[in-house]
């Protein structure tokens, strides 16, 4: 359920007409639904109500600050990847003691400027950050508190560019050669073993590879405890899938259900690192009808739809093959043809849909491209030159940019033309 609804033919966003916005502000632009953003939220989180756990929102699936901000002050934390990431989590407001910081190849100023902010924890992936995660710390006088992302060997079935969970993924340590790291980590000065980690992929709509990797996970903290190491974190990491066209994602109160039951009476703090589940449909991406045009002469003809929206703006269609609906924000069309909709780019990879079963438009029509809350305007990128786009937040019958369209100045800001180059 998103706050993305018709009413009398016009697409509303909570309470105002997505037309309205357009018109003051122009397009393309993407859209949030605090509304949404908050319900998704709370879906999530309030399903481990009855278990310790901490919901730490993956920052790279929209890193807006004014987003960061809502889910800080519902009581989230951050799953960070960057030391960037670490700058907007803190300046949003998110509490250092609730920010989680995992990624494959942390700089040593990343490591830095962790252990500074505070945060609750470093999922360490490698023996080589680890060396150097307690190098740093040592040289400041911390102790780094640790959990190692282990990598269970399960497939999450999905697609092959986001399943990060087989052995031959570049993400984790063999979970059966993570019992070496974690010894090997006891004994350094620097290094505060807390937890175990792992993610094991995106947009899963499926259960069963989540509950299999937490069946490893449990055998493997059972046998740490063995050894004398206990652990008081357990990271399950993101990637509960959401419905883009036909998938059948398991309801967040289904996944929790299913991992209370597995984590039976384990007694650890859970954390967990969704993105997509909470904002994925949470957002959409609104784009004006620039051209319609018809070309013939091949075995059929093809319609396509020019919008001034391109893969650089969202990018999930190019890259992944992603699929998004997409309908005109006015409702009252009969006429289908089959089109590819395309953006401006000088690619033939440049579309957000193909072969698309759509309804008449024209130039000037506004579109909404559907589920583009999650790795839309984060993976955005200035390629042709493009102003990177606005972002809106509405809130019931109020909205407000929360990230301004960039400008022909921002563009070239930071470039230089040496005085070697004659002028
Ligand atoms: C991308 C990522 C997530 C979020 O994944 P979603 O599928 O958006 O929930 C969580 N944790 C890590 C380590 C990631 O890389």
């Avoid at 481990?48 to 800080?72: E, Q, R």
């Avoid at 070496?180 to 937890?195: N, P, R």
Wanted: hydrophobic share 40%; aromatic share 10%; glycine share 10%.
């Amino acid at each position: 359920m998103n706050h993305f609804q018709y009413k009398n033919g016009q697409l509303y966003c909570e309470d105002i007409p997505v037309k309205d916005i357009a018109k003051e502000i122009g397009t393309p632009f993407y859209l949030y639904s605090k509304a949404t953003l908050t319900r998704h939220f709370k879906a999530f989180d309030s399903s481990f109500a009855d278990v310790d756990h901490l919901t730490c929102f993956a920052v790279k699936s929209c890193s807006n600050i004014a987003v960061l901000s809502l889910f800080g002050s519902l009581g989230g934390g951050a799953d960070i990847v960057s030391g960037g990431e670490l700058f907007r989590a803190l300046k949003a407001g998110v509490k250092p003691e609730r920010i989680i910081y995992s990624g494959v190849g942390k700089t040593e100023e990343e490591l830095r400027y962790g252990l500074q902010s505070g945060i609750l924890l470093f999922n360490v992936e490698s023996e080589q950050e680890l060396y150097r995660l307690n190098t740093v710390a040592g040289d400041m006088g911390k102790k780094a508190p640790v959990a190692f992302r282990v990598n269970p060997d399960v497939d999450p079935k999905t697609h092959a560019y986001i399943s990060t969970g087989l052995s031959k993924n570049k993400f984790g340590v063999p979970i059966n050669e993570a019992l070496a790291l974690y010894l090997l980590a006891e004994k350094m000065e620097g290094i505060d073993v807390k937890g175990v980690s792992c993610h094991i992929g995106s947009q899963l709509t499926r259960i069963s590879p989540f509950v299999e990797t937490l069946k490893k996970i449990k055998a493997f903290v059972h046998h740490l405890a063995e050894k004398g190491i206990f652990i008081q974190y357990i990271d399950l990491g993101g990637g509960v899938g959401i419905v883009y066209d036909d998938e059948e994602p398991p309801h967040p109160e289904e996944y929790a259900e299913a991992i209370k039951k597995e984590m039976g009476n384990l007694s650890v703090t859970l954390i967990f690192e969704p993105g997509r589940v909470i904002v994925g449909n949470a957002g959409i991406m609104v784009t004006e009808v620039q051209y319609t045009k018809t070309n013939r002469g091949g075995e059929k003809e093809k319609h396509f739809v020019v919008v001034d929206a391109g893969m650089n703006d969202l990018t999930r269609p190019s890259l992944y093959g992603a699929y998004h609906g997409i309908r005109p924000i006015t409702e009252d069309r009969k006429m289908y043809q089959v089109v590819d909709i395309v953006g401006p780019i000088c690619e033939t990879g440049d579309f957000l849909a193909k072969d698309m079963n759509f309804p008449r438009v024209e130039q000037g029509d506004l579109l909404a491209v559907l589920s583009a809350g999650a790795y839309g305007f984060t993976m955005a990128s200035n390629y042709n030159s493009r102003p990177r786009v606005a972002e809106v937040m509405v809130a019931g019958d109020r909205f407000e940019v929360i990230r301004r369209r960039e400008t022909m100045e921002q563009l070239i800001q930071g470039e230089i033309i040496p005085d070697f180059l004659e002028k």
